[in-house]
């Protein structure tokens, strides 16, 4: 039992009853239950007993909350898989993540009081486009997983091919060949696998597109180029699945011929929070453009002729041709495409070049100490990511678990390890332990020289200006000074978006117990998340 001054629905909702009763006496009904029997029809109503527990307040709720958090354990993940350690730039966290003039504004169907978040989302695309060398890019997916299911569909209604075989990377991510396989089988379309590795010999008899993954899952970079070229010879569509953070020293896949480009931008900033939420990425070639689901920010004139930013092409979309959108995807990831987006603006090319340089060569050490040590490689050519082959793959596991560290046991003799910003010189020398070998320094600091990037990208001068914590904060204020989201009053527009999520129910969010937890995590590690 809670006082009223301790009741969260009074905080949170913020209606008085003399409130309550001018709204139903408006409506010509005397109760909530009057107002509630008519709304409802009997035929789907619940008449039994709740189960949900008596409501506690607040501090109650954050206590329980807290309780939950300290049956998580966080160790130093190095799983990869998509899922990686970032360090979230505290100006972002506290300016974007935990501000309610980002969280609570709603989609920018109007541009008049949405020019920040439209901005924010231009610099998105602009990051997204700049590093996968593409002509366009939407304002985020869900996932990596829906992106490259969303890419299969826009090369079956692109591709001139009549097949409904789509070739995937056997190197592909796990989840990411689960999902494309379920959602492949009510469209009619056979996944079918090839190994990308060998170039485009596995590409046997008519295909509508192929899909690569770059790096792949097991961290080794190929030359894709001849699976993409003999995609092309038989008018099928080339989806590359592409590590942002790779591609600051990659080639981009557009400079290689991909029609498509799909991924996540979670390493930019956005925790893991076992599993999500994070922006997913679509970008694709001229021509693509009205094939794209989701939403696409661009630039107009508005009526007094200055350059404006506001929704474009949204006759794609599901909110104005229902059934006939390009796309059921009627939604994006804004709150984790603008911190992604602003992890780029804050760090620069040249800061996010530094950073995957110093995780390659954090990677290089590793495999260099290992190799050193007489173990076996599966690939000589990787970002972040080695697998090590023919080794008790149990025993080492459980002997770097031990040190706080969680690596991926990819089956009973291979270990797979992958590096990230997070890593420090004390965990990989715990992992070298853990297989018999002594971190050793190396003076072979690149093994993607065979796939060097040549263009520039991230020139925009967004990206080279704001690299000092007083020039980002002041830049995030201007933005949300552009925007009318639910801190300055009610928002003319309704839908499932019309809610205020409220501070107590948000600040778990932001707790390392909930954000540094992979999903692929060991059950023992995910307890607290388990019982929620």
């Not at 109007?110 to 231009?122: D, H, T, V």
């Not at 003799?413 to 853990?434: P, Y």
Request: aromatic share 8%; glycine share 8%.
């Amino acid at each position: 039992m809670t006082s009223a001054h301790k009741d969260f629905k009074y905080r949170h909702i913020g209606t008085s009853s003399a409130d309550q009763l001018l709204m139903l006496k408006t409506l010509g009904y005397d109760s909530i239950d009057d107002l509630m029997s008519d709304a409802v029809p009997q035929v789907i109503r619940f008449n039994g007993e709740g189960t949900l527990p008596e409501p506690i307040s607040e501090p109650e709720a954050l206590g329980e909350l807290r309780a939950l958090a300290s049956r998580n354990r966080i160790t130093a993940s190095m799983i990869g898989l998509g899922y990686y350690g970032t360090h979230v730039p505290g100006v972002i966290k506290r300016n974007v993540l935990e501000n309610p003039s980002w969280y609570t504004a709603y989609t920018p169907y109007q541009p008049e009081i949405s020019q920040g978040r439209l901005e924010a989302l231009i610099n998105f695309q602009t990051m997204v486009t700049d590093l996968t060398g593409m002509k366009t890019a939407n304002a985020s997916m869900l996932d990596e997983g829906t992106a490259v299911v969303e890419a299969m569909m826009i090369a079956r209604r692109s591709s001139d091919s009549k097949s409904n075989v789509f070739y995937v990377d056997s190197d592909a991510l796990p989840q990411t060949k689960a999902l494309l396989e379920h959602r492949a089988e009510p469209l009619g379309i056979e996944v079918q696998y090839f190994d990308a590795s060998a170039g485009a010999t596995g590409l046997v008899g008519e295909y509508f597109g192929i899909m690569l993954q770059y790096p792949g899952a097991s961290g080794a970079i190929t030359d894709i180029k001849p699976a993409i070229d003999a995609a092309h010879a038989v008018s099928a569509i080339a989806v590359v699945a592409a590590d942002l953070l790779a591609l600051t020293l990659i080639a981009a896949p557009g400079d290689l011929g991909a029609d498509i480009a799909v991924g996540t931008s979670q390493r930019f900033g956005v925790p893991m929070g076992f599993g999500g939420p994070h922006a997913g990425y679509l970008a694709v070639r001229d021509g693509l453009e009205r094939s794209m689901p989701g939403r696409l920010v661009g630039v107009s004139i508005d009526a007094e002729g200055a350059a404006a930013y506001r929704l474009t092409l949204q006759t794609r979309e599901q909110h104005i041709r229902r059934e006939r959108a390009t796309s059921n995807i009627c939604t994006a990831q804004v709150l984790l495409a603008v911190m992604a987006g602003m992890y780029a603006v804050y760090h620069g090319p040249r800061g996010l070049r530094a950073i995957a340089n110093e995780v390659h060569t954090k990677t290089v050490a590793l495999a260099e100490s290992l190799t050193a040590a007489g173990l076996t490689l599966s690939s000589q050519e990787f970002f972040d990511t080695i697998r090590v082959l023919n080794v008790d793959a149990e025993a080492v596991w459980q002997k770097a678990r031990a040190h706080g560290i969680t690596m991926l046991k990819v089956d009973d003799s291979t270990i797979g390890i992958s590096v990230d910003e997070t890593t420090s010189e004390a965990t990989l020398n715990a992992i070298a332990h853990a297989f018999g070998a002594e971190l050793v320094n190396t003076n072979d600091t690149s093994r993607v020289s065979n796939f060097a990037r040549t263009t520039s990208y991230l020139t925009h001068e967004v990206f080279n200006s704001h690299h000092s914590e007083t020039s980002m904060l002041r830049y995030l204020k201007r933005l949300a000074d552009y925007d009318y989201a639910l801190d300055r009053g009610m928002i003319p527009l309704g839908s499932c978006t019309m809610k205020l999520n409220s501070t107590t129910e948000m600040e778990a969010v932001t707790w390392p117990e909930f954000g540094n937890i992979h999903p692929f995590a060991p059950a023992d590690d995910t307890r607290g998340y388990l019982q929620m």
